[in-house]
């Protein structure tokens, strides 16, 4: 096999990178893109040459218009998607938004159109089943200080 060859079947995922932040009740901060019918949690794509933590800063300040900690990475989640190419994404622990913190909040407007704290357990009513597996494995690892590794927002050892 040439080298082009042995090139064109390697994977190049498109990597995305978000964060997950609470409130002082533990709730979750889902946002409100005006082009999904979903929420969403603060994130977006890698760019070339940026790390996914870096992107994850990139992406909350440009989305929130805040420069919180963002700390140790929660969640990969491999996601695949055949007829665009599949994804890898990255969640970091955002941490806990102070009263403060949420009042500095200030949406970028051409894509968002709202935020709000929802309890965990309401989150998987409120976006897409996947991206609520992964949110859920955010929130446990965050709990039990591990690092959790997803396929297509679920873990391996429950793919069959």
Request: charged share 30%; glycine share 8%.
């Given at each position: 096999?040439?080298?082009?060859?042995?090139?064109?079947?390697?994977?190049?995922?498109?990597?995305?990178?978000?964060?997950?932040?609470?409130?002082?009740?533990?709730?979750?901060?889902?946002?409100?893109?005006?082009?999904?019918?979903?929420?969403?949690?603060?994130?977006?794509?890698?760019?070339?040459?940026?790390?996914?933590r870096?992107?994850?800063?990139?992406?909350?300040?440009?989305?929130?218009g805040?420069?919180?900690?963002?700390?140790?990475?929660?969640?990969?989640?491999?996601?695949?998607?055949?007829?665009?190419?599949?994804?890898?994404?990255?969640?970091?622990?955002?941490g806990?938004?102070?009263?403060?913190?949420?009042?500095?909040?200030?949406?970028?407007a051409?894509?968002?159109?709202?935020?709000?704290?929802?309890p965990?357990?309401?989150?998987?009513?409120?976006?897409?089943?996947?991206?609520?597996?992964?949110?859920?494995?955010?929130?446990?690892?965050?709990?039990?200080?591990?690092?959790?590794?997803?396929?297509?927002?679920?873990?391996p050892e429950?793919?069959?």
């Amino acid at each position: 096999m040439s080298e082009n060859e042995h090139e064109a079947k390697m994977a190049h995922p498109r990597m995305a990178a978000g964060a997950l932040f609470f409130d002082e009740e533990d709730r979750v901060l889902l946002v409100e893109p005006s082009y999904k019918d979903y929420r969403d949690i603060p994130g977006g794509y890698v760019e070339e040459g940026e790390s996914p933590r870096q992107a994850c800063v990139r992406e909350v300040q440009e989305e929130l218009g805040i420069e919180p900690h963002i700390g140790r990475l929660l969640v990969v989640d491999w996601a695949p998607n055949p007829g665009d190419g599949d994804k890898v994404l990255y969640l970091f622990e955002g941490g806990r938004l102070s009263a403060d913190d949420r009042r500095q909040i200030t949406l970028q407007a051409d894509e968002l159109q709202g935020f709000d704290f929802h309890p965990a357990d309401q989150v998987p009513e409120l976006t897409i089943p996947r991206l609520a597996r992964r949110t859920a494995a955010g929130v446990q690892a965050r709990m039990n200080g591990l690092t959790a590794y997803l396929e297509h927002g679920k873990s391996p050892e429950t793919v069959a």
